[in-house]
């Protein structure tokens, strides 16, 4: 007789990491995904190369969005010491970074059908990854990856995140248009997805006080079986 414990253990390792902008979401789960061996899949990576198509090809409509989208060939690296990724051919690793991506890129992720789209991608790719993923985003824990193995909503308080995100950019932008980016797409964001709250079962780690050694700590314990 096979048991739900049984099913359990033999299932491969998913951790679902969202968060709001700019709580370290993408090097935490990239560490995580290191420590542990497993593959990487940053999803907010995908809705900006899907924003740099409709910003390259000046696609405005919703509906021709959708179309060009859900043509589009896009390849996304799952190796968390060598991502890359490209959309119909075009490595755009560096120009999705862009701040004038990060201005647009609420818009086009906020378009239901788009997101349908690439939220079964990012299932194929959880799936595909046979050995373990971890996966980081806005819906991960609700949305994408809700049975996932561990579930984790990253927090931060505001001036952290602007903070992070500066260093980030490192003088591409001023604390101004960091400050609008973060708190613009958190709100535009939330209106399609879930990350301002944890759902039941998802645990809570506040970043605001804590060195990303720490936070892979934790999110790395989380997976081990408990011993209680």
Same mark, same amino acid.
């Given at each position: ?52 198509? &409709? ?27 060598? #991502?890359?990724?490209?959309? +119909?051919?075009?490595? %755009? ?15 086009? /992720?906020?378009?239901?059908? %788009?997101?349908?789209?690439?939220? /079964?991608?990012?299932? @194929?790719?959880?799936?595909? /990854? ?12 609700? &949305? ?7 579930? &984790? ?7 952290? *995140?602007?903070? *992070? *995100?500066?260093? @980030?950019?490192?003088?591409?932008? +001023?604390?101004?248009? %960091? ?15 879930? #990350?301002? @709250? ?15 050694? @720490? %936070? ?13």
């Amino acid at each position: 007789m096979i048991t739900v414990s049984d099913v359990e253990t033999d299932r491969p390792l998913v951790v679902a990491i969202d968060g709001p902008s700019g709580s370290g979401k993408s090097s935490t789960a990239r560490g995580v995904a290191e420590r542990l061996g497993l593959a990487y899949l940053d999803t907010g990576a995908m809705y900006r190369a899907a924003a740099w198509l &409709v910003a390259e090809q000046g696609v405005t409509d919703p509906a021709a969005i959708t179309e060009l989208i859900g043509a589009a060939e896009l390849d996304i690296s799952t190796d968390p010491k060598a #991502f890359r990724i490209s959309i +119909n051919g075009h490595d %755009v690793t560096a120009a999705i970074r862009e701040p004038r991506i990060s201005q647009f890129v609420s818009t086009v /992720a906020t378009i239901q059908p %788009v997101r349908d789209i690439l939220i /079964a991608r990012q299932r @194929e790719l959880i799936a595909a /990854a046979t050995g373990g993923v971890v996966a980081e985003g806005r819906d991960l824990t609700t &949305v994408v990856a809700p049975d996932a193995t561990v579930r &984790v909503l990253l927090v931060a308080d505001p001036q952290a *995140r602007i903070a *992070r *995100r500066e260093a @980030e950019l490192a003088g591409a932008a +001023n604390t101004a248009e %960091v400050t609008d980016q973060i708190v613009r797409r958190d709100r535009d964001d939330s209106t399609v997805a879930a #990350f301002t @709250e944890a759902a039941v079962g998802v645990t809570v780690i506040d970043s605001t006080h804590l060195g990303l050694a @720490e %936070v892979i700590d934790q999110i790395s314990r989380l997976t081990k079986p408990s011993t209680s």
